[in-house]
T-cell receptor, first 114, second 115 residues
């Protein structure tokens, strides 16, 4: 069965600091990878996704993620965070086995201090 | 497009009562998913449908939970009888079967509190 690990549970940064959130998955085959963001009190919104091609994926709001197949990783990055980035971030994977459901990581709570 | 619509947004009920959560998918989406989010267990899949047919219900915690999708524009998740441990945020998400694009679009969720 596929699984997703997000090692950073709670990250506190100051505005303008750089961000990198780790995501590792366990599945040896082809995968689709996602990062979702959940702002306080809101629903999950898609930040970016990877299906194939360029392993460096750019998403909304200046976020990007890099798929490193050899490391089974899909880390999320942003060069300069803003207070409005305060949210919970979820990495998710879908192994291309025909089962369409996403497996989510436990989430990383990001707190950006002004 | 209005996105995925869920109702009610908040539900407070007493233990033993029946609870029905509703979801209207994005028009044209043929996949519908029900997830539950709790502090302890995070986001977990309960069940998903394809073309109104349940495909995988292995995440449904027990017989108290049931889900239906009578048509392409409506789904329900029912808990009967409800228990305090069912308190959570329940999300509905939908997607299309186009190629490998498994992107799912989430609704605003229903926050359920069982007293």
């Amino acid at each position: 069965a596929q699984s997703v690990s997000q090692h950073n549970h709670h990250v506190i940064l100051s505005e303008a600091a750089s961000l990198e959130l780790g995501c590792n998955y366990s599945y040896g085959g082809t995968v689709n990878l996602f990062w979702y963001v959940q702002y306080p009190g809101q629903h999950l919104q898609l930040l970016l996704k990877y299906f194939s091609g360029d392993p460096l994926v750019k998403g909304i709001k200046g976020f990007e993620a890099e798929f490193i197949k050899s490391k089974f990783s899909f880390n999320l990055r942003k060069p300069s965070v803003q207070w409005s980035d305060t949210a919970e971030y979820f990495c998710a994977v879908n192994a291309y086995t025909g089962r369409r459901a996403l497996t989510f990581g436990s989430g990383t709570r990001l707190q950006v201090q002004p | 497009d209005a996105g995925v619509i869920q109702s009610p947004r908040h539900e407070v009920t007493e233990m033993g009562q029946e609870v029905t959560l509703r979801c209207k998918p994005i028009s044209g989406h043929d996949y519908l998913f029900w997830y539950r989010q709790t502090m302890m267990r995070g986001l977990e899949l309960l069940i998903y449908f394809n073309n109104n047919v349940p495909i995988d219900d292995s995440g449904m915690p027990e017989d108290r939970f049931s889900a239906k999708m009578p048509n392409a524009s409506f789904s329900t998740l029912k808990i009967q009888p409800s228990e305090p441990r069912d308190s959570a945020v329940y999300f509905c998400a939908t997607g299309t079967s186009g190629g490998r694009t498994d992107t799912q679009y989430f609704g605003p969720g229903t926050r359920l509190t069982v007293l």
